[in-house]
């Protein structure tokens, strides 16, 4: 893991940081070999080169972004063109880990 892509989640509101954080985890238990960087004052995620995730603070939300999207049917609460998709998640919201984990996996398995 980047110590950048870590340092710049500390200085996230608390809640943000610790739905980050999971999400983080989450990027690296489906891609064990995503590579993390700042880019776009983001953390992004790529797999061999390709970007994979993005996770997108905003004033009252986390933005997950999935790359690579186009093919995949993606459930309700998703946003975006075909190539990439995200879902906006709230403070006190449960992000349904498993459901994000599959989507990525399938995004990413042709990278």
Do not use: C
């Amino acid at each position: 893991m980047n110590q950048e892509v870590a340092d710049y989640m500390l200085n996230l509101p608390k809640w943000q940081a610790e739905l980050a954080e999971v999400l983080r985890n989450m990027v690296h238990e489906t891609i064990p070999e995503a590579e993390e960087r700042i880019q776009y004052k983001k953390p992004h995620f790529l797999k061999n080169g390709h970007y994979a995730a993005v996770i997108s603070p905003s004033k009252d939300a986390v933005a997950f972004m999935i790359m690579n999207a186009a093919g995949i049917d993606f459930p309700k609460g998703f946003d975006g063109p075909a190539e990439r998709k995200w879902i906006k998640l709230k403070e006190g919201g449960t992000p349904d880990l498993a459901a994000l984990s599959e989507l990525l996996k399938q995004a990413s398995g042709t990278l």
